[in-house]
């Protein structure tokens, strides 16, 4: 009787298993050491090999030659696990034995020793399943078993497992097969039935599978029926609704050509096809060929490219015309083709400046071979220190030049020192205390110098105006009284006043230096005569 190949070709030991290595490891390692736990917990997509890893490890610890690895395939129990008839291998599916009295009854089997093998194994599929009460049932049970019963839990979706349940297990967490690892697998299948195939045929059905082994060789069944014994890529993507990966790199070469007559009419031919798989189509041929280093797009292309093709899918959501969608995507695609790295257009502006820059090194050679031009010395000796600090200042930061430039101003420049004072105003005071830094490392760096800053006078122009105004009208009245003087005087007949230095000095001639004691003397001599002596 006809088998179906996922059925058929299940892995029957931990060798056989695809694509899980370290979790085969792990185990074997767990079984040839006697590290056995009570109960565990393989979680991961489906169809990467969660029941199978059960089956075979189960099946390794009720052989008679075991617990052991590699279980021999010949003794009672490891043929009554193969055929799936052990009597204490039980296996619950706990999508449709969810409920409180399903788990009670799962219990009560554990109260009972095995009938024929050293242990009773109870492996619980979509666990995750579980009603809550059911769940909280198991685990007194799932925590301290009797020690001749495992169990082993497997499921989809971990996090919709208690977390009490999660703490009380050994969690295995099971990894999306790799693409190229079904690929090879389904090369041996392919090879032991006698069907012929090609790769590229073979790499579309991997893709279609998702990492799901189980769900990639039913498709495997489909095409065999679907090509005849003979897979071909044309055939793989007519069943798959997938597009023909020739058909693909026709289309990137019309947009890279700008051909939009061209363009509109594949796009028409596409109309048969779902526009998220064109899409997908699209996006799978970038990455083949980045992966592939080919030159056919610039890395600047790819990364537009698959900005594009993003935004197309998302468009795909809010618009009902597909087919527009595919329109826009093409032309946007069109216009992102003509764009070119920064490196590329230096490039093409120095080749085509190259000629000018020639021209203007053979006349300024004629000119002046070894000798720089006349004015750009001339310009270069008359700026002063301040003036190059001000310069590079610009250059680095034009608007805290401006500030610089109408805050300060230039004072001297000794002793490696550059002096400047400084008016700024509230506002300019926080552009150049923010830029202070990068004018100190500046002036380091171009001058070797410091800076010296000091805060400039500020004198109010228009009180400064008053004040002279002020002197002068009190000065022209000084002049207007002495003028009024002398017209009195010369009207009365009165001769002006003397010179008061030339009479002070006629004074002094005639003074005798004043003796105090000689004048109390004659005081009292004059008042009460002259002292009698005895």
């Given amino acids: 009787m006809l088998q179906a190949l996922a059925i058929k070709y299940r892995p029957k030991t931990f060798d056989e298993l695809i694509g899980q290595s370290t ?70 599916d706990a999508a449709s034995h969810r409920g409180l009295e399903d788990i009670q009854e799962l ?69 999306q097969i790799p693409q190229s690892e079904i690929v090879k697998h389904l090369e041996h299948i392919l090879n032991l039935e006698g069907v012929k195939f090609e790769n590229e045929a073979l790499k579309l059905v991997a893709r279609s599978g998702q990492g799901s082994l189980r769900d990639t060789l039913t498709l495997l069944d489909q095409a065999i029926i679907f090509c005849e014994n003979e897979l071909t ?69 790819y990364e537009r490219f698959f900005r594009i093709l993003s935004r197309a899918k998302t468009m795909l959501a809010h618009c009902d015309d597909d087919a527009f969608v595919l329109c826009v995507m093409a032309f946007m695609l069109m216009e992102a083709s003509a764009l070119k790295s920064i490196d590329e257009e230096i490039q093409n502006l120095n080749k085509a400046q190259a000629p000018q820059n020639e021209e203007k090194l053979i006349s300024t ?13 001339i310009k270069e000796e008359k700026k002063n220190p301040y003036e190059r600090l001000l310069e590079a200042i610009y250059d680095r930061d034009y608007t805290l030049g401006q500030c610089f430039e109408r805050s300060t101003a230039f004072i001297s420049f000794e002793n490696d020192i550059l002096s400047i004072s400084s008016h700024a105003s509230e506002e300019d005071k926080g552009i150049l205390n923010r830029g202070f830094k990068l004018i100190q490392e500046l002036a380091l760096k171009l001058l070797n110098a ?16 008053d004040l002279q105004k002020a002197k002068q009208s009190s000065n022209l009245d000084e002049k207007k009284n002495i003028n009024e003087t002398q017209d009195f005087q010369n009207a009365q007949g009165l001769t002006p006043q003397k010179d008061l230095k030339a009479e002070f000095a006629s004074l002094r001639q005639g003074a005798k230096a004043r003796d105090h004691q000689a004048e109390a003397k004659a005081a009292l001599d004059e008042c009460f005569g002259e002292p009698t002596k005895e």
């Fill in 233 to 301: 890529s044309l055939k793989m993507a007519e069943m798959l609704g997938f597009l023909d990966p020739q058909k693909v790199s026709e289309f990137y070469t019309l947009i890279l050509q700008k051909d939009k007559e061209k363009v509109l009419e594949f796009l028409k031919s596409l109309q048969d096809y779902e526009a998220s798989n064109v899409i997908d189509e699209m996006i799978f041929y970038l990455k083949e060929s980045f992966f592939a280093k080919s030159e056919e797009f610039s890395l600047l292309v």
């Fill in 450 to 465: 410091k800076l010296s800053v000091q805060k400039a006078m500020q004198i109010d122009e228009s009180k400064l105006q």
């Fill in 107 to 175: 219990i009560e089997q554990t109260k009972y020793a095995p009938s024929m093998a050293r242990f009773k194994i109870f492996i619980i599929d979509e666990v995750h399943m579980l009603t809550p009460q059911a769940a909280n049932a198991l685990l007194k049970t799932l925590e301290e078993p009797p020690s001749y019963v495992k169990f082993i839990l497997a499921t989809t979706d971990p996090l919709k497992l208690p977390a009490t349940v999660l703490s009380r297990t050994q969690h295995f967490r099971f990894k």
């Fill in 365 to 377: 050679q004629k000119i002046s071979p070894n000798e720089p031009s006349p004015q750009t010395s």
């Fill in 23 to 92: 979790i085969s490891t792990s185990l074997k390692y767990a079984l040839n050491h006697q590290r056995l736990a009570h109960a565990y917990l393989f979680s991961g997509l489906r169809g990467s090999g969660k029941t199978s890893s059960a089956r075979i490890f189960s099946r390794a610890l009720v052989c008679e030659k075991g617990p052991s690895a590699t279980p021999c395939g010949e003794c009672k129990h490891c043929l009554a696990a193969l055929e799936g008839k052990h009597i204490d291998i039980i296996e619950m």
